[in-house]
């Protein structure tokens, strides 16, 4: 087990006031949980280490269910994850199964001295702290670990197993899209009518599109997996961005760490990169197949479509694929996560999520959702120095228009260019779409005095992607009301597009 404690130190109860649960039907206890090990995992919607350990601890509550229970206690770091509702569907969109508390003001943070997202904290059957250890542990030493502590507890005539009852949070799931993430075109050519691909994350599918909004056709059997194959047979684990090129589309298959490749003739699909576990910093060259990848979240694709640029959101870095070898190579991000500028080598970018190129390929634009930036890879510069354009550290957020220096986002997500040449900006967190002009240099809200022309006029929940399309309207994934909103400027108006 992680460092236990020289004397044994009684947890603290975790059955507070004001705390609001999920997944149980009421609030739970630690006397209740007597002869049980209690993980108690401190985490964060936003954080992608947080959601790399969601399949260990499920490995662990399936190995050992009723040994072992794990409480979720999800402490907050942007202002929009104190709201129970969004926590309410972030556990539905992750599937995370067992017990969450909500602890919006950091009770129980403080109480268990935690200091990082995500930190595990252990309590023994007897109710006394076990261990604390923060950070992504090693899946395997974990449930090893875990294993050998229970031996001893048993031995001990401790453990009193026994099953626990949870109540699941449900979300919609037979709709047309569950929790979309990227959206974009088919075909940029002009004599080619616009189609539409979508990261439909929630139901592990990719959605097509016609330009009116009908669903075409689908790829992905709509389990979870990490198989190739025939259009119905191959499997993806919740993808969340893609870019399509003239005969291919290429994915970025987030929970499966790795990147896809769908050929638009046959449907067939392939894996180019990626071992299927999560990897750590790529400071090297390697072939795709032996590139262990860490949660990539969006893709764009030179104009000759040579190159595919990933957003490898797990490792805070950009990388590039050689579409004709699947050689990876390091683009932009040394690691740490961060906001610093300079060589793109030596940068440091924090879980990157949104990207657009230039038309001419000059220079890729990044949402840095952690940051709370977004950031420039000039890549016909010496070096692929990084840039920063809105944003200015880890801890740096809101809701604030202006000049470029006083500009202020809520972990963006979503990226791509105007016609005119601006930025837009899914603001996710902020739950609203920003324009930043490079000319200006100033920031804006936009679609906010659009007309909503539908049935549907709900709020913008959390928009994961978006994209300008050739005659201007701009369609955005509207995340967490399962839906794609199609805004027409000329006509000043917006309304569900598919849902």
Not at 108 to 118: D, E, I, T
Not at 327 to 349: C, N
Not at 389 to 406: E, I, K, Q, T, Y
Request: hydrophobic share 40%; charged share 20%; net charge negative.
């Amino acid at each position: 087990m992680p460092p236990g404690f020289a004397q044994p130190v009684r947890a603290p109860e975790i059955n507070r006031p004001g705390l609001t649960w999920f997944n149980t039907a009421g609030p739970l206890t630690l006397k209740a949980l007597a002869g049980k090990l209690v993980i108690l995992d401190f985490w964060t919607f936003c954080c992608i280490n947080c959601m790399h350990i969601i399949p260990t601890l499920r490995r662990i509550e399936e190995t050992f269910p009723d040994e072992v229970v794990v409480i979720g206690v999800h402490s907050p770091k942007f202002p929009a994850e104190r709201q129970g509702e969004n926590v309410r569907r972030a556990i539905a969109r992750y599937d995370i199964r067992h017990p969450v508390v909500h602890d919006p003001d950091f009770q129980l943070w403080k109480q268990y001295a935690v200091r990082a997202w995500p930190t595990l904290v252990f309590v023994g059957p007897d109710g006394h702290l076990v261990g604390q250890l923060s950070g992504e542990p090693d899946p395997d030493r974990l449930l090893e670990a875990v294993a050998q502590t229970l031996a001893n507890c048993k031995a001990e005539g401790l453990l009193a197993p026994a099953p626990l009852d949870l109540a699941p949070v449900e979300e919609p799931g037979e709709g047309l899209l569950r929790f979309p993430g990227k959206i974009k075109p088919l075909s940029t050519r002009p004599e080619e009518p616009q189609g539409w691909a979508v990261a439909d994350a929630g139901h592990h599918q990719i959605v097509l599109f016609d330009a009116a909004g009908r669903e075409r056709r689908r790829f992905g059997s709509g389990s979870a997996g990490f198989e190739d194959g025939p259009a119905g047979e191959a499997s993806f684990r919740s993808p969340e961005g893609l870019v399509a090129g003239r005969d291919a589309l290429y994915v970025a298959d987030t929970g499966n760490h790795a990147i896809r490749r769908i050929d638009l003739a046959t449907g067939h699909v392939l894996t180019l990169a990626g071992t299927g576990r999560r990897g750590g910093v790529v400071d090297r060259d390697l072939p795709g197949l032996k590139a262990p990848l860490a949660s990539p979240w969006d893709l764009a694709l030179s104009p000759d479509e040579a190159t595919l640029y990933i957003a490898n959101a797990g490792t805070h870095q950009l990388l590039t694929l050689a579409t004709s070898t699947s050689l990876i190579e390091p683009l932009a991000g040394a690691g740490p996560e961060g906001l610093r500028d300079g060589l793109g080598l030596a940068a440091h970018l924090a879980q990157p999520s949104g990207l657009v190129l230039a038309p001419d390929g000059s220079v890729l634009w990044f949402a840095d959702s952690e940051t709370s930036a977004i950031r420039a890879v000039w890549l016909e510069r010496e070096g692929n120095p990084v840039e920063t354009l809105v944003g200015s550290g880890l801890f740096d957020f809101g809701h604030r228009n202006g000049n470029f220096a006083d500009t202020l986002l809520q972990h963006a997500l979503g990226l791509s260019l105007a016609p005119d040449g601006a930025l837009m900006v899914a603001d996710s967190y902020n739950a609203t779409l920003r324009r930043l002009d490079p000319l200006t240099r100033m920031t804006s809200d936009w679609g906010t005095r659009f007309d909503c022309t539908d049935n549907l006029c709900l709020p913008l929940a959390e928009p994961a992607g978006l994209w300008c399309a050739k005659d201007g309207t701009v369609l955005v994934s509207d995340t967490n009301n399962h839906r794609i909103l199609a805004y027409e400027p000329e006509k000043g108006r917006y309304s569900t597009w598919a849902a």
